[in-house]
């Protein structure tokens, strides 16, 4: 029952931050400065006038209801989200839902493979050096704390001049293969990696010093075996809680990405919005960002009480 109400209560939230992201997204779409009929006739008619003839203007604002009222158009809004309605391309007349459903695919694939490989590079990082020698212990914190600082951008060209144009190990325009795959990830996972293994580190320490650790190790337990089964499990907790909003940072991450790379994905779809101010598709993926972030959250809290099961009689 109390487990029940916890998942009630975040369902909830849940759905608040999206009610609360499409809210936002509606506002700078409706106050932004300039005529919106006049931004979509520049659009079809490659031109950058200031005004068009009221007989040029008149149908576009009816057939966009941007001459109803402010409230009309945020209910019309709202409504047209529940029914999995996200509006209309300025750009490509197409439905925002259709193209961010053709794009989606490789940028969910890029972010759960680089949030997995943050996560893999972190356990290493945190197992091998934690509380070993002085120097390895250095050595491992160096890493994480440089990582963890790499911008996207910077690590991303670096890697595409060595791996990609100089050693030609990996094709220097990415696809959708595995090939295409792997330094977009690795670009994402690094900086990722590193900082979940600064989180991890603290706690891992601080477990490793818990009672039930050096009970364990007077059992005969090794030293590896310790880790893996006891401190490990205890440790991960707090980074775990950060992997929810990992995943909402690894897909805006995923712009600067695949704009590099020349990767296919919802980033150089909302660059080629943003370019054109096709602003309901740029709020299309606004909404995508906000739902995958929630998603990725309320997993989070399940995976958490799994690890934790006292966590099931918290309310």
């Known amino acids: 029952m109390v487990l029940a109400r916890r998942i009630i209560r975040r369902v909830l939230g849940a759905i608040g931050v999206l009610w609360a992201a499409a809210s936002f997204t509606f506002l ?3 106050l932004l400065p300039g005529n919106r009929a006049i931004l979509l006739l520049n659009q079809q008619t490659g031109q950058e006038n200031s ?9 576009v604002d009816k057939r966009y209801g941007f001459n109803n009222s402010v409230l009309h158009q945020y209910i019309d809004y709202i409504g047209g989200l529940l029914h999995g309605n996200l509006g209309t391309s300025y750009d490509q007349h197409q439905p925002v839902l259709t193209i961010i459903s053709q794009q989606v695919g490789p940028t969910l694939v890029l972010t759960v493979t680089a949030l997995a490989l943050a996560w893999v590079i972190a356990l290493v990082l945190t197992v091998a050096t934690a509380r070993r020698s002085r120097w390895l ?9 440089v990582s963890a600082t790499l911008p996207y951008y910077w690590l ?11 050693l030609h190990v990996f094709p220097v325009l990415g696809g959708t293969g595995i090939s295409g795959l792997v330094l977009p990830a690795v670009t994402l996972a690094i ?5 979940i293994a600064q989180v991890t580190r603290d706690e891992f320490e601080k477990v490793l010093e818990q009672p039930f650790v050096t009970s364990a ?9 310790v880790r893996l ?3 490990l499990r205890h440790a991960v907790l707090p980074a775990i809680t950060l992997s ?17 790379f020349a990767r296919p994905g919802i980033g150089n779809v909302l660059v080629t919005a943003t370019e054109s101010r096709d602003l309901p598709l740029v709020a299309g993926v606004v909404i995508l960002v906000a739902a995958v972030y929630v998603v990725a959250n309320l997993l989070v809290d399940v995976a958490y009480v799994i690890i934790d099961p006292r966590l099931r009689s918290v309310g």
């Open 217 to 225: 190790r007077a059992r005969g337990m090794g030293d590896l075996q």
């Open 137 to 145: 212990s250095m050595l491992g914190s160096g890493f994480e704390v």
């Open 28 to 30: 700078v779409e409706t």
């Open 244 to 260: 929810g909003w990992a995943l909402g940072a690894l897909i805006s991450g995923a712009v600067i990405v695949e704009t590099v």
């Open 191 to 195: 900086p990722l990696g590193g900082f």
């Open 51 to 59: 005004s068009y003839p009221k007989s040029l203007v008149a149908p």
């Open 229 to 231: 089964r006891h401190a």
């Open 156 to 166: 991303g060209v670096i890697l595409l001049v060595v791996f990609a144009i100089d």
